[in-house]
């Protein structure tokens, strides 16, 4: 598929959502929206599916566990390939803007630890989008650098003093 376009996704995707929330017995209402240059983890996507209704904050439960897991059938459905797949973001009460400015906090305030403290932090396990987050905002930090480590499910982000990166 092309670059995702607001109709043609709009008339594949309500029919399968529909659906697929029905048959889940979730009581949410959805609207499929051109993006609106908001900044979420995965970027500025191009399309924004937002939830609400009774139980909306079932979808926000354990970090956002089944809208993820929405967003994860939809695009299976829609047959994005993977370098598309960014162009579309499912959100509910804002959840996706206000992680994305958590995991920048988040980064600032455990840099200013390792700062302080010249020991490395590690930062809980997070999937690969947050990750990224998380290094990218602190790429222009001279005095801390970040690494990915761990396996699966378990992999974080540890941040590092500066310094430590003069191994040779």
């Known amino acids: 598929m092309p670059e995702p376009e607001l109709d043609n996704v709009k008339l594949r995707l309500e029919p399968f959502l529909s659906r697929l929330l029905k048959s889940a ?3 949410v ?8 240059g908001q900044i979420y983890v995965t970027g500025t996507p191009d399309i924004v599916v ?5 139980n909306s904050d079932l979808l926000l439960q354990r970090g956002g566990e089944l809208l993820d ?3 994860h059938l939809c695009l299976e459905y829609l047959q994005l390939p993977s370098a598309e797949r960014h162009r ?3 959100d509910c009460q ?3 803007a206000l992680r994305l400015e958590e995991l920048r906090l988040t980064a600032a305030t455990a840099a200013e ?3 302080r403290s010249g020991r490395p932090f ?4 997070m999937n690969s989008r947050e990750r990224r987050i998380i290094h990218l905002a602190l790429q222009e930090n001279p005095a801390v650098r970040t690494e990915s480590e761990g396996i699966g499910p378990h992999r974080k982000v540890v941040i590092y003093p500066a310094q430590k990166n003069n191994r040779k």
């Open 113 to 115: 630890s390792v700062e």
């Open 29 to 36: 209402r959805f609207q499929v929206l051109p993006g609106s």
């Open 25 to 27: 017995s979730l009581e």
């Open 50 to 54: 937002t939830f609400d209704g009774a």
């Open 88 to 90: 579309i973001a499912f």
């Open 69 to 71: 897991a929405l967003e």
């Open 94 to 96: 804002e959840y996706r």
């Open 122 to 125: 590690a930062l809980n396990p």
